[in-house]
């Protein structure tokens, strides 16, 4: 049974860091492309930021340069490093792992943190 756990949401102020984190189990992670989405209050879950297997990543626009994704395949955990948070950024996030990268049509999803940016 796959399972996404993610943790390291929480407050903070706009100009503030989080590091969010997924630990996974149940599924051979090293083959796995993960992924973080986001969902705020109203509107659809969007992408955030992905990283393929062998480390090739992709990021949303308006995260580039300030959000940064990881991973560490001895732990099957994946991180999301965001920095000069914006009130924007509030939102659900979730974590997701995809063997084909292609989201969201077989992905595994993770329950959800919650990240809340006061300006």
């Known amino acids: 049974q796959v399972q996404l756990v993610e943790s390291g949401g929480g407050l903070v102020q706009a100009g503030g860091s989080l590091r969010l984190s997924c630990a996974a189990s149940g599924l051979a992670f090293r083959a796995y492309a993960l992924a973080w989405f986001r969902q705020a209050p109203g509107k659809a879950r969007e992408f955030v930021a992905d990283?393929?297997?062998?480390?090739?990543?992709g990021y949303l626009d308006s995260v580039k340069g300030r959000f940064t994704i990881s991973r560490d395949n001895a732990k099957s955990t994946t991180y999301l490093r965001m920095n000069n948070l914006k009130p924007e950024d509030t939102a659900v996030y979730y974590c997701?792992?995809?063997?084909?990268?292609?989201?969201?049509?077989?992905?595994?999803w993770g329950q959800g943190t919650q990240v809340t940016v006061s300006s």
């Open positions: 990283i393929s297997w062998n480390g090739v990543t």
């Open positions: 997701g792992a995809d063997g084909d990268r292609d989201y969201p049509k077989g992905t595994h």
